[in-house]
C-alpha cells in the first residue's frame, strides 16, 4: 500500500493506469522466464536420473547373464540332486496296418433289385 501511495503521488493518477500495467506485463515475462528455466531444470534432472536408471539397468542385465550362463551339471556342482534322466524303453513296435481286400470289379450288366413278393406270400 506504501508503494501504490507513493507511486501515486509520484507518477499522478493521470499515468498510474498505463505505469501499472507495464509493471504488470514485466512481471509476467519474469514468471515466463521463470517457468522456462525451471522447466529445463527440472528436464536435466530427469535425464540425469534416467541415465542413473540405466547403469543400473544394465549392471542388473550383466549381472542377470551371468547367473543365467552357470551350469550346475558342467560345473561339478549339485550332481548328487540332479540325477541323470533314467533312458525308457522303447515300445514295442506295432505291426503295419494291412491293406482291406479290394472291392469286386464291378461287372458290365447293373443287378437289378429282387421283384417285390405279394403282401400275402411267405418265404
Same mark, same amino acid.
Given at each position: 500500500?506504501?508503494?501504490?501511495?507513493?507511486?501515486?503521488?509520484?507518477?499522478?493518477?493521470?499515468?498510474?493506469?498505463?505505469?501499472?500495467?507495464?509493471?504488470?506485463?514485466?512481471?509476467?515475462?519474469?514468471?515466463?522466464?521463470?517457468?522456462?528455466?525451471?522447466?529445463?531444470?527440472?528436464?536435466?534432472?530427469?535425464?540425469?536420473?534416467?541415465?542413473?536408471?540405466?547403469?543400473?539397468?544394465?549392471?542388473?542385465?550383466?549381472?542377470?547373464?551371468?547367473?543365467?550362463?552357470?551350469?550346475?551339471?558342467?560345473?561339478?556342482?549339485?550332481? #548328487?540332486?540332479?540325477? %541323470?534322466?533314467? *533312458? +525308457? =524303453?522303447?515300445? $514295442? !513296435?506295432? /505291426?503295419? @496296418?494291412?491293406?482291406? #481286400?479290394?472291392?469286386? %470289379?464291378?461287372? *458290365? +450288366? =447293373?443287378?437289378? $433289385? !429282387?421283384? /417285390?413278393? @405279394?403282401?400275402?406270400?411267405?418265404?
Amino acid at each position: 500500500m506504501i508503494i501504490g501511495a507513493v507511486a501515486l503521488i509520484v507518477v499522478g493518477p493521470k499515468d498510474l493506469p498505463i505505469l501499472m500495467r507495464r509493471v504488470g506485463q514485466f512481471v509476467g515475462r519474469m514468471r515466463a522466464m521463470a517457468a522456462e528455466f525451471r522447466a529445463s531444470f527440472d528436464e536435466l534432472a530427469r535425464q540425469s536420473e534416467l541415465e542413473d536408471l540405466r547403469k543400473e539397468v544394465d549392471a542388473l542385465r550383466s549381472e542377470h547373464r551371468h547367473v543365467m550362463d552357470f551350469n550346475p551339471m558342467s560345473s561339478g556342482l549339485g550332481q #548328487e540332486s540332479f540325477p %541323470p534322466p533314467r *533312458a +525308457e =524303453p522303447d515300445p $514295442a !513296435p506295432q /505291426a503295419a @496296418p494291412t491293406l482291406a #481286400e479290394p472291392a469286386a %470289379p464291378a461287372t *458290365a +450288366e =447293373p443287378q437289378s $433289385a !429282387p421283384a /417285390a413278393k @405279394p403282401a400275402g406270400e411267405a418265404t
